[in-house]
């Protein structure tokens, strides 16, 4: 996922653009461009599509990977090299094993299969719920606009 917004471009705009009524306009992800209307009111709709990144596939593979006794354990945080060492190696085999030729094939055959309302991708980060916030207090009598008389 992108999370630095681009460097804007050096020299002039490669291509400029007027739109009619019902056209639409493709931008590819992270290009540059500036919308401004030429005449009356103009209504600019973004519409942002989610697609399937190398972590998503990585959050599958780690789902498919849970019954494995190497990922269920803690990890060695507190051991030793050489038991570091070995529990890395055994990650390192069992992730390799589940990244086969065909991984990418299976991995969008099982998007393609899922019902688009049932469940997003999973998300790239998480942020931490927002806390609501606290509503009128209990002396609260709503007035007019204005304020409370």
Aim: charged share 20%; glycine share 10%; proline share 13%.
């Amino acid at each position: 996922m992108d999370v630095e917004a681009p460097a804007k471009p050096d020299g002039p705009p490669l291509a400029e653009v007027v739109l009619q009524a019902v056209d639409m306009l493709y931008v590819p992800r992270g290009w540059w461009h500036a919308v401004a209307a030429t005449l009356g009111r103009s209504l600019h709709l973004t519409c942002g599509l989610t697609p399937a990144i190398g972590q998503h596939l990585m959050v599958g593979l780690a789902g498919q990977l849970l019954h494995s006794p190497t990922l269920r354990a803690n990890v060695p945080t507190v051991a030793g090299p050489a038991e570091r060492t070995a529990y890395a190696e055994q990650l390192r085999k069992e992730v390799s094993e589940a990244l086969h030729p065909h991984v990418v094939s299976e991995f969008a055959a099982s998007l393609d299969a899922r019902d688009p309302g049932a469940r997003p991708l999973p998300p790239v980060h998480r942020r931490r719920p927002r806390r609501p916030r606290p509503g009128p207090g209990p002396h609260h009598r709503p007035g007019r606009a204005g304020g409370n008389r």
